[in-house]
């Protein structure tokens, strides 16, 4: 046997099924498969096709319906741009997952592999899902449509390339940011970097949607044509989409030239940030990036010269971001209510783009606001497990944090202004940003633009009596003795279900103030609502006030009695 | 063909949803960590797991293919409603007796 036919390639192979099985993938075939791995590989590869034949054949047969307002351009290339986002998206998520967070380089190192062979068959293992997902949709529903609109073979060609080069260059674009992030920020800041792009994704998403909504208009096709327009639109700032499909639809053999070298530029530039940055970092957060630090005296006084107070913020900050909690927390106020406000849109297109007369008139607008204001609170505080967890995530370094000369006065409100800082990052940003498109685009009148501080400041009111009493609640009784800290992200305690469910109320009461605009600008409704809006921020305020020096003096007590 | 309305597509991608994950216990042998606990907590012999991995497997195909099918039928008006609620509870009542045969017959095994 010559030996030299096992080599490079094939313990790649190897290596790719083996990380793939490490990262919780399923590997089709496996020891464990309930049918024999021949049969098993068979299988898929027959329902794979058997889906993409049925996406054809379904792309196929609708073409004609379709064809007075779709046409394929416009379809192929918004279908690339969404494909090349998806290629992305997933591809960052696999990649931190087996090429940072794995801690497995310690096992494969010592390992007869080198070190590029480690780290293809990691990008590989990442990439397989992306990459052949992009392949069969890119290819079914295109050739499917194109093929029934009689396009020429440059379209067939473009498109089998593109079914490669797209997920490539979404993938190879993954890893550049992925490395590049990781080198300038480490792990713990890259969780923060991760939550903040993710919110600044979901605040874009929602006035991109406000902005979309409100310049459609029409019924069913002709709204679809139009919301395909705006994919289409914002394809053509991705230069090899737009070259790729010059080359398909015009015969253009300098797109598919620059088409090709973008593609190849991309690869490169990923190629060489791996070479630069990758062993360093991933070896430097295995040493790192799990183990717990211990509290010392020094780690209190961070800061350095700042009061105790300060010190105690930046202990907070530090020991909730190593929290796993924090995390899961980060996740659903960045993009779980949000989505769920957004989520009726999305379902019924009519209630904010057709009914409703425009500009807001002044009553609709402040009911609106106010009850948005509480809904946004309601639904950051609720899903937020932080203040509620409080004084348990200690665990047991609180007995030494009492014994530390601390006021406890100041450690309660270490914990308080930094739940307010996370939670007004979900709720009053969102409020703020959302009242900004909602000026811009028109629904609020210029007039009516002193709402947008104001329910930002019932926001906060609202924000502070719901952390006041979550931290209440937890300085009474602790849960100190636990065994992992995910456990705490599962736990929603009885403040934060009144919190969401409150939310959710006052969202539909936004809503249908939206829907019955018009009918509530009648003299006799407009007076009693705004007494009724007037009332309800007044006993706001006077309830944040009066719970959070309740809470201020309660607290310490509490922490001072707890044995 | 009869109007399709946005609950017909919902149901297909559920029935095709479990149709792929049916194919992918059957390929790969991974179910959930949760179900993965809840054999091992209770003892169940290698022999049981496999009865009940296979169990799963056919239940999420019988199960997607029985609603894609269903939905198929509604859309195209073949069958009129009565009769087509009626063989659907009876296809129900039926897996459901025989899932729980299986399910107990697994979990026995130790």
């Not at chain 1, 995910?486 to 469910?501: D, M």
């Not at chain 2, 069958?79 to 009626?86: E, N, Q, S």
Request: some cysteine.
């Amino acid at each position: 046997m010559d030996k030299k036919t096992t080599g490079g390639f094939s313990k790649i192979r190897k290596l790719i099924a083996v990380l793939q099985k490490c990262n919780g993938q399923a590997v089709i075939g496996d020891g464990g498969a309930l049918i024999p791995p021949a049969a098993a590989k068979v299988l898929v590869y027959a329902c794979v096709l058997i889906l993409a034949a049925g996406i054809f054949a379904g792309v196929y047969m609708l073409q004609p319906f379709a064809a007075g307002f779709i046409k394929a351009r416009s379809l192929t290339q918004s279908l690339m741009l969404v494909l090349l986002i998806m290629s992305f998206v997933l591809a960052v998520k696999n990649i931190v997952t087996i090429l940072y967070t794995s801690n497995d380089l310690e096992l494969l190192l010592p390992m007869p592999f080198s070190a590029g062979q480690i780290v293809t068959a990691k990008v590989v293992a990442a990439s397989v899902f992306p990459a052949g997902l992009c392949f069969i949709v890119l290819n079914a529903v295109c050739l499917g449509y194109g093929i029934r609109e009689g396009q020429g073979i440059p379209f067939m060609i473009g498109t089998v390339l593109s079914g490669v080069l797209i997920p490539v260059t979404g993938i190879s674009a993954a890893v550049l940011l992925v490395v590049i992030v990781f080198r300038l920020f480490g792990f713990i800041r890259n969780r923060d970097m991760t939550i903040a792009i993710g919110g600044i994704f979901t605040f874009g998403l929602t006035a991109a949607h406000i902005f979309i909504n409100s310049g459609l208009k029409g019924d069913g096709g002709s709204r679809a044509a139009a919301a395909l327009n705006v994919v289409f639109a914002v394809s053509g700032a991705f230069p090899n989409i737009f070259f790729m499909n010059r080359f398909m639809f015009e015969g253009s053999i300098i797109g598919l030239a620059l088409s090709l070298a973008i593609t190849a530029v991309v690869i490169v530039l990923a190629v060489l940030a791996v070479r630069a940055f990758y062993f360093d970092t991933a070896l430097s957060m295995q040493n790192t990036g799990t183990t717990n630090k211990a509290v010392t005296k020094a780690s209190l006084q961070s800061g350095g010269k700042g009061s105790a107070l300060k010190a105690l913020i930046s202990y907070e900050a530090k020991s909730s971001r190593r929290n796993p909690a924090y995390m899961i927390y980060g996740f659903a106020m960045s993009f779980l209510w949000p989505v769920l406000f957004a989520l009726p849109m999305f379902l019924r297109n009519d209630i904010l783009s057709n009914d409703i007369a425009i500009p807001l008139g002044t009553v609709p607008a402040v009911l609106g606001f106010l009850a948005f204001s509480i809904a946004a609170s309601g639904l950051s505080c609720g899903f937020n497990i932080l203040p509620g967890t409080a004084f348990s995530r200690e665990g047991s370094t609180f007995s030494a944090i009492r014994a530390l000369p601390v006021d406890l006065k100041d450690y309660f409100r270490s914990k308080r202004n930094f739940s307010m800082l996370i939670c007004s990052l979900g709720s009053v940003l969102y409020v703020i940003i959302l009242g900004i498109v909602c000026a811009a685009a028109g629904f609020i009148s210029v007039g009516n633009v002193w709402l947008i501080p104001a329910g930002a400041c019932v926001s906060f009111l609202l924000d502070l009596i719901f952390i006041d009493l979550m931290l209440l609640k937890n300085s009474r009784k602790p849960y100190l003795a636990w065994d992992s800290e995910t456990e705490f992200s599962r736990k929603l305690g009885a403040v934060n279900i009144v919190a969401v469910v409150l939310g959710v109320i006052m969202f539909i009461v936004c809503l249908v103030d939206l829907k019955l605009a018009p009918m509530l600008d009648a003299p006799g409704i407009q007076r009693m609502i705004l007494v009724i809006s007037a009332a309800v921020v007044l006993v706001i305020f006077v309830l944040a006030i009066a719970v959070n020096s309740l809470v201020s003096r309660k607290v310490p007590e509490n922490l001072m009695k707890f044995e | 063909m009869e109007k399709m309305d946005y609950n017909q597509i919902l149901f297909v991608a559920i029935g095709l949803y479990t149709i792929i994950r049916g194919i992918m216990i059957l390929t790969t042998g991974k179910i959930s960590a949760r179900e993965e606990a809840k054999l091992h907590e209770r003892k169940v012999s290698e022999k049981g797991i496999r009865k009940y991995k296979m169990l799963s497997a056919g239940m999420n195909l019988i199960g997607g293919l029985v609603v894609v099918i269903c939905c198929a039928l509604r859309m195209l008006a073949v069958i009129d409603m009565t009769t087509f609620r009626i063989i659907a509870l009876i296809a129900i009542a039926l897996m459901l007796i025989l899932y729980f045969l299986i399910y107990n017959s697994c979990m026995n095994d130790r």
